[in-house]
């Protein structure tokens, strides 16, 4: 089956720094990927949607300076936390679709993301 | 935002089979209903998907009501690595996900 990757798995940053998380697709071409953040023990919310070589579409309440998001391959994203405080500490999920099959969506592992 | 509810959670034997069910009353007609599961600190995983017939694959089967306003996901013989939250997904506005509570199946042995 298809496959996404993220990296990393888990990171833990400072107050006031920037991190970067990856996310992949490995055998696939994803049209569009999505990024979604959960809070433990919380449902999955919906962050943004990219589409290669297009702006990200967020989602409303999501700041789009603070979570960078770029698309610029059919198989890579990444999403930049930036100025990053500790209530960004979450877990940080994408997910991208193949252009092929437009109803299915492959979601990644996800990355831990603690802000100290 | 979320269209779909689910109980918040539903209890099984092992080896016995398990309905979940899901309401989606407001769904149209070129939406899909999909099935997703998680494990504790994992992506979710798909189970399965459908818009108006029932579907099965070697995971579950997709029993989808006559109106559309309802579904329910069927494991025909649940095992312990079945435990995880289960959501079910109406699609739409180009295909977006937006995940409800989900229901959190816990599986007795």
């Known amino acids: 089956g298809a496959v996404v990757s993220q990296h990393p798995s888990w990171v833990i940053c400072k107050s006031g720094t920037s991190v970067k998380i990856e996310c992949r697709s490995l055998d696939f071409q994803a049209t569009t990927m999505f990024w979604y953040r959960q809070f433990p023990k919380q449902s999955l919310m919906l962050m943004a949607t990219?589409?290669?070589?297009?702006?990200?579409?967020?989602e409303q309440g999501v700041e789009k300076d603070k979570f960078l998001i770029n698309h610029a391959s059919l198989t890579l994203s990444t999403l930049t936390v930036t100025s990053a405080h500790p209530e960004d500490s979450s877990f940080y999920i994408c997910?991208?679709?193949?252009?092929?099959?437009?109803?299915?969506?492959?979601f990644g592992p996800g990355t831990r993301l603690t802000v100290t | 935002d979320a269209k779909t509810t689910q109980p918040n959670s539903m209890e099984s034997n092992e080896e016995e089979p398990v309905h979940l069910p899901c309401n989606h009353s407001t769904i149209s007609g070129t939406d899909y209903i999909h099935w997703y599961r998680q494990l504790p600190s994992q992506g979710p995983e798909y189970v399965i998907h459908?818009?108006?017939s029932n579907v099965n694959n070697r995971m579950a089967s997709l029993a989808i009501a006559e109106d559309r306003k309802s579904s329910t996901l069927i494991l025909h013989r649940a095992t312990l690595r079945d435990a995880a939250v289960y959501y079910c997904i109406q699609t739409y506005n180009f295909n977006k996900f937006y995940f409800g509570s989900g229901t959190k199946l816990n599986v007795k042995p």
């Open positions: 990219s589409n290669e070589g297009s702006k990200a579409t967020y």
């Open positions: 459908g818009l108006t």
């Open positions: 997910s991208a679709r193949d252009g092929r099959i437009a109803h299915e969506q492959y």
